[in-house]
């Protein structure tokens, strides 16, 4: 077989074969289980395509859940954010969408369960005394006052917590496991609360609510999930997510699995953060194309291929590190490099009229739509006296090596004719306004002229059958390199991490697409319509990334 088509297994596929082999197993499940309390961003993304990805290898099942134990910060609009996200990637949920929030029935019976079996107990202890009694990393806890109350006082008073007669805060259900233990999440975790809270499904039926470290168990194990994948900050939590599942008496219980989380260069991932961008006014929404949540992903012109092969990439591991974010732009241009059409505009315009072209005429010229794939055809150019070339392609002084226009040398217009530079105009500032050229009607594009070689060769737009439009250019929010946090603590952003080029020419093919489709710019990079601030009559672009790149694969 190939070497290179010889994909190995990551550490998560080699731990389900050999479950699948011990038979512990007849099929897997997985799922994604979100919180609505932000937007998804990358990191989530690798989640979700790891997770999708892992049922339809193992022809399992892949439930999507929305983990909404927690009513204080969640909201419907995430809901709705996080399910359009998540079918935009491709990963296709089996079933409904599931609510941890419909299991809060079975989660209070399992609370009294524990409670019968005296494994768990109600606690008075304030806030500040159940830390107290915590203990730390090298001293153990204590036992509270509180940990040997009879079952049947648990019972009574756990129902009336259920039943809304005390405080928010003065009682807690806690499991009783042991206040020595090594790890401090066994040391009595609280597993109910009592919070007076509305929440998004349930309203306000509940005035308890369930610990993340007891729901979350509970619900993979209501769902049959077989392998249950978080991050590796979860890790430590793994003992007690046993011993819930054990304790509750499931008998297929999930198994945990920890993974590194995704981190990014020059980026900002973590809800907390990105939200505080939006919140503050810094980004125009959770969408700005200038962040990495999915939406903005999607917006800035990001196809979901494109984020699978960056995941296939950088592979599932163990340990943290950062990832490249100019790997994530590499996959992006190969992914696009085939598939977009290739469209002349001019984003810094300086005007180029040919002398010698008749006034007021225009030709129809063909150009390939994408000269690496055939099969997208031909598109019809018009050409004209007048033409918008960029500004830095003409000089008037030209360094050594310079090829493209100046005073007596000729270039080849794209997909057009040759064109010598006869003079130019400047304003009084001494800046060039206008560019004389003549052309030879010789050496048309396509007519098999071999007579003389030009070195240059530049893209220009027909000053009158030209659509002016909108374009924006990128830079990352944060430079790792110039650190991304301030002294005290804020965010160090790139003061240059937009522009606006409001003067931007485009050729009129442009017309017939989109809001959402993609384009070569030619030598100027990939170019998105922007889907929020396009117009019946003004079309906005989002750069993607530039054409130049700055990594390479590595060899194999
Ligand atoms: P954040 O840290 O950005 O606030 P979160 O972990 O609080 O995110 P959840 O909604 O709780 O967000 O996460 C849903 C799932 O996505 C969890 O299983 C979580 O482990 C996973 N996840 C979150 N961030 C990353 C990441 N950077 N890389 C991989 N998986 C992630
Ligand atoms: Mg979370």
Same mark, same amino acid.
């Given at each position: 077989m190939d070497k290179e088509n010889v994909v190995s297994k990551n550490f998560i596929e080699k731990i389900i074969d050999e479950d699948l082999a011990q038979g512990k197993y007849t099929k897997i499940a997985t799922r994604f289980p979100p919180e609505p309390n932000g937007y998804l961003h990358i990191g989530h993304a690798k989640s979700i395509l790891l997770n999708y990805g892992l049922a339809k290898k193992y022809n399992g099942t892949f439930n999507l859940r929305f983990d909404d134990t927690n009513p204080m910060k969640e909201k419907t609009e995430f809901v709705e954010s996080i399910v359009s996200d998540v079918e935009w990637l491709g990963a296709q949920y089996d079933g409904d969408i599931k609510f941890a929030s419909n299991y809060f029935d079975q989660m209070y019976e399992a609370a009294v369960l524990l409670i019968k079996k005296g494994k768990a107990y109600v606690c008075d202890l304030s806030p500040e005394q159940i830390k107290e009694y915590r203990g730390t990393l090298t001293e153990p806890g204590k036992d509270s006052p509180y940990r040997n109350r009879s079952v049947e006082e648990n019972l009574d008073l756990f129902e009336r917590m259920k039943n809304g007669e005390f405080e928010d805060g003065s009682k807690v259900l806690r499991a009783k496991i042991d206040m020595a233990s090594s790890n401090i999440n066994m040391r009595d975790p609280i597993i109910y609360r009592v919070a007076r809270m509305t929440h998004h499904n349930t309203g306000d039926k509940w005035c308890i609510y369930p610990m993340y470290d007891f729901a979350h168990p509970i619900e993979d194990a209501i769902e049959g999930i077989t392998h249950s994948i978080c991050t590796l900050e979860f890790e430590d939590h793994r003992p007690l997510y046993d011993w819930v599942v054990q304790e509750v008496g499931y008998e297929h219980p999930p198994k945990q699995i920890e993974f590194a989380k995704l981190y990014l260069t020059n980026v900002i991932t973590g809800k907390r953060y990105i939200k505080r961008l939006v919140d503050e006014g810094i980004v125009d929404g959770w969408d700005d194309p200038r962040l990495v949540t999915i939406a903005a992903l999607r917006r800035r012109g990001f196809t979901p291929e494109s984020i699978k092969d960056f995941m296939e990439l950088i592979g599932v591991t163990k340990s943290n590190s950062s990832n490249d974010y100019a790997m994530l732009e590499y996959c992006i241009r190969n992914d696009l490099k085939p598939k977009a059409p290739r469209v002349m505009a001019v984003l810094d315009p300086i005007k180029l009229v040919i002398d010698n072209y008749p006034e007021g005429e225009v030709e129809y010229l063909d150009a390939m739509v994408n000269m690496e794939n055939p099969d997208l055809g031909y598109e019809k150019v018009p050409f004209e006296r007048e033409l918008w070339i960029e500004r830095e392609d003409f000089m008037e002084e030209p360094p050594k090596k310079y090829f493209r226009?100046?005073?007596?040398?000729?270039?080849?217009?794209?997909?057009?004719?040759?064109?010598? *530079?006869?003079?130019?105009?400047?304003?009084?500032?001494?800046?060039?306004?206008?560019?004389? *050229?003549?052309y030879d009607p010789e050496t048309k594009n396509g007519t098999g002229f071999t007579g003389r070689k030009v070195k240059g060769t530049i893209h220009w737009v027909p000053v009158h059958h030209c659509k002016k439009v909108t374009a924006r250019l990128y830079e990352n929010l944060v430079d790792e390199e110039k650190g991304v946090y301030n002294e005290d603590g804020s965010l160090n952003l790139n003061p240059n991490s937009l522009t606006v080029i409001e003067d931007c020419y485009v050729e009129p093919a442009i017309e017939k697409y989109k809001p959402g489709d993609s384009f070569q710019f030619v030598r100027n990079g990939y170019f998105c319509i922007d889907t929020k601030d396009t117009t019946e009559d003004h079309l906005v672009f989002n750069r993607i990334v530039s054409l130049k790149s700055s990594f390479k694969l590595p060899k194999k």
């Open positions: 226009l100046f005073p007596g040398n000729e270039v080849r217009l794209m997909n057009a004719y040759f064109v010598k *530079c006869v003079s130019y105009e400047k304003d009084e500032n001494g800046k060039v306004t206008v560019v004389h *050229c003549t």
